[in-house]
């Protein structure tokens, strides 16, 4: 496992939308050691494909529940509304509140390509949709509010 450098706001890769993931092989399995690696190493409760310079549809969560890895992750459900701060590790020192679902439902799939499902309420429904915008090139300080 390696730590990788993370993307800062400027670099236009933040703002690319990434390709799905069809390959479930070796390289793709490194890349999400590494990204939980990275993610713990700069103390974030999650990290996206493109802050690591990988135009791909993947992220890795730990809202302190344990490493959750989503590949292709899409939302399926959102339910209720949510008003809180969101930081992220590609804008160090900075945060702003955001309107997100109370709770959401994602379809994914793990390393190996089999199908998961993650529900997700409070923090970590947060932090799913702020991944998942990630991967089209969304930042939360397009969504804050103030
Ligand atoms: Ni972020």
């Given at each position: 496992m390696a730590i990788r450098n993370i993307v800062k706001q400027g670099d236009p890769i933040l703002r690319k939308v990434c390709r799905s993931v069809l390959n479930f092989d070796e390289k793709l399995a490194v890349l999400l050691d590494d990204m939980i690696e990275t993610m713990y190493d700069a103390d974030g409760c999650g990290l996206a494909g493109p802050q690591v310079g990988?135009?791909?549809r993947v992220c890795v969560i730990d809202v302190g529940e344990g490493p959750i890895e989503l590949v292709n992750?899409?939302?399926e459900k959102e339910e209720g509304e949510q008003f809180e701060s969101e930081g992220c590790l590609s804008l160090p020192g900075q945060s702003g509140v955001t309107k997100r679902p109370a709770r959401v439902t994602v379809h994914a799939q793990n390393r190996n390509g089999e199908s998961v499902k993650v529900v997700g309420e409070g923090l970590l429904a947060r932090a799913l949709c702020h991944e998942i915008d990630h991967l089209n090139g969304v930042l939360y300080i397009d969504k804050v509010i103030k």
């Open positions: 990988m135009l791909k992750p899409v939302i």
